[in-house]
Nanobody, 123 residues
Framework: VMMVESGGGLVQPGGSLRVSCAVS????????MAWFRQAPGKEREFVAS????????YYEDSVQGRFTISRENANNMLYLQMNNLKPEDTAVYFC?????????????????GGQGTQVTVSS
């Protein structure tokens, strides 16, 4: 198993949650890693990415300023800290990694991924 997400759950609007992705050592230093999400009845969408060498993050507009993507090199972990959560953030969150990433927002540019973790924002 290359990537395993965890940390999802139920949180109230305005609350915070951090989802994690355990990444195998072999792919942890891929060119880029990212988070995507898919809400019920909606298409999968890009959330955030981070490039390994530059540690440069990039965010989808609706999460900019609320979400933070980060990596923990010592433990091969990828994180997504989510603050001020909204009901529209409810989705299954997936982590992805890849070397041949040209468009960081495109799912198919990544080679590896996990099964997802459910995040539900509701009162």
């Amino acid at each position: 198993v290359m990537m395993v997400e965890s940390g999802g759950g139920l949180v109230q609007p305005g609350g915070s949650l951090r989802v994690s992705c355990a990444v195998s050592e072999r792919i942890f230093n891929s060119y880029a890693m990212a988070w995507f999400r898919q809400a019920p009845g909606k298409e999968r969408e890009f959330v955030a990415s981070i490039k390994t060498l530059s540690n440069t993050p990039y965010y989808e507009d609706s999460v900019q300023g609320r979400f933070t993507i980060s990596r923990e090199n010592a433990n091969n972990m990828l994180y997504l800290q989510m603050n001020n959560l909204k009901p529209e953030d409810t989705a299954v969150y997936f982590c992805r990694a890849g070397d041949g990433v040209v468009d960081v927002t495109r799912w198919t540019d990544y080679d590896y991924g996990g099964q997802g973790t459910q995040v539900t924002v509701s009162s």
